[in-house]
């Protein structure tokens, strides 16, 4: 939700940049509810120190400047709230966790996962065997990805998995380091950090661009904008679909054949999307962030046919991390456990309790909320998204985009 700037079209981003008016924003928030409709766009109240407190630096300042804060010495109403634009935070789904209750506690007691090793058989020797167990199920039961035949790798959250897989892909003996493209607007990688490339363009913060550069590696580069891409050169393309922060479904984008491609499905879940079909690529990434709401347990997997690439991903964790959180992985188990149970009503589960369903009810609601909201003003516009059946849910579904 809050990375919904990015929802606008172009033009309206140019006119947000050029005169970003609180009080327009504002009356459009508070218009809406004086009248008894709905009260604008779903405003979260702000939790925690703000990215810039935190130690975030220039970037986070560079950002401060898409936020918009309300604040009023009144402390009972809606004044009291933020609108934070800065980046997405899935606390929306903890109401739903809350009633679950007890079925998705872990205990973990204090000699348990103490070494390193999870599975010492296991090509991804730090890979929770429940973990995967959960992944595969959960992926069985939504059909959004094929997972046969391919190692999966977990991760401390997508953003780690993607390096990994520069890491893995690029060539280590090429003269020059592989170009990284993705179709603007792009998406930001650092899953807490929802930024988009556009309003930032000034201050070159945006994740896709910052996390391939930061390190100026020798391996891979990152050379913008997947549309307008044409050097004769080797390239990674980045496709995420549904995209962050438009929504849209993607594809490949450079007007070339040859590429190496890096999927990031972090949004292919049904509360999100419609989900045509299993996803069947070479390299997929997914996050629980997105798909549970859990962005703190910091657990992505990836989904990697080739063995040789998967080990070089498990490589690069192993340099980075030595492994991932045994712990984190195990509660991240259990939270996928229970998706899949409400999905099929196993165990104690039953059909009112689905994750999925109650998700997407609640993505509908507050899509609803936000065009009412928006239609109220000229200010903005929102996309219309084409509806597509729904093999999971078993209707029609609409594109719902997350954050
Ligand atoms: C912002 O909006 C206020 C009230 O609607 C108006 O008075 C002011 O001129 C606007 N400023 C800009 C820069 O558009
Ligand atoms: C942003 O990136 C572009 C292209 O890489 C570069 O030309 C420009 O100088 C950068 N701007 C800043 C402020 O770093
Ligand atoms: C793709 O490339 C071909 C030739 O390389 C060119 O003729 C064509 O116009 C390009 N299409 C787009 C959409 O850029
Ligand atoms: C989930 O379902 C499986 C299979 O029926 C069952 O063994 C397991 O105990 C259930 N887990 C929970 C948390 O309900």
Redesign the pocket.
């Known amino acids: 939700m809050a990375s919904f700037l990015g929802i606008f079209t172009k033009r309206n981003l140019l006119v947000l940049s050029l005169a970003l008016n609180l009080s327009l924003v504002l009356r459009v928030v508070y218009e809406g509810g004086k009248d008894g409709g709905p009260h604008g766009f779903s405003v979260e109240e702000q939790r925690g120190p703000s990215m810039a407190d935190m130690g975030f630096g220039k970037e986070a300042q560079a950002t401060q400047r898409t936020r918009l804060s309300v604040s009023s010495s009144s402390d009972q109403d809606v004044m009291e709230k933020v609108i934070n634009l800065d980046h997405g935070d899935p606390t929306m789904y903890e109401n739903y966790w809350q009633q679950m209750g007890g079925r998705t506690t872990v205990v973990i007691p204090g000699w348990q996962s103490m070494s390193y090793f999870s599975d010492v058989k296991n090509p991804c020797w730090f890979l929770e065997p429940e973990f995967a167990k959960q992944v595969v199920r959960l992926h069985n039961v939504v059909g959004n990805a094929a997972t046969d035949g391919r190692q999966i790798v977990v991760g401390t959250g997508s953003s780690q998995l993607f390096l990994a897989a520069l890491y893995a892909l690029a060539p280590k003996d090429g003269s020059e380091p592989i170009s990284v493209v993705s179709a603007a607007p792009y998406y930001s990688v650092t899953k807490n950090l929802f930024t988009c490339w556009q309003i930032k ?4 913060a945006s994740s896709y ?1 910052s996390m391939t550069d930061c390190l100026k590696s020798g391996l891979y580069k ?1 050379a ?1 904008d997947a549309r307008s891409f044409n050097k004769e050169v080797p390239y990674i393309e980045l496709v995420t679909s549904p995209n962050n922060p438009d929504g849209f479904v993607r594809h490949s984008m450079v007007n070339r054949t040859g590429g190496i491609l890096v999927h990031d499905l972090a949004y292919y879940w049904p509360q999100y999307t419609p989900i045509s079909s299993p996803s069947d690529h070479d390299l997929t990434l997914f996050t629980v962030s997105k798909a549970t709401g859990h962005a703190g347990t910091r657990i992505g997997w990836a989904l990697v046919k080739d063995l040789e690439v998967a080990k070089k991903m498990i490589k690069f964790i192993e340099l980075n991390t030595i492994g991932v959180s045994r712990d984190s992985q195990l509660r991240a188990a259990k939270i996928l456990e229970v998706m899949t149970n409400t999905s099929e009503n196993l165990g104690s589960f039953d059909s009112h309790e689905s994750f999925f369903k109650i998700s997407y009810h609640l993505m509908a609601e507050r899509w609803q909320l936000l065009r009412a909201a928006v239609n109220r003003g000229r200010a903005f516009s929102l996309p219309d998204f084409t509806p597509g059946f729904c093999h999971f849910l078993n209707q029609d579904s609409q594109p719902q985009p997350g954050k």
């Open positions: 363009a000034k201050s070159n661009p990152w913008g």
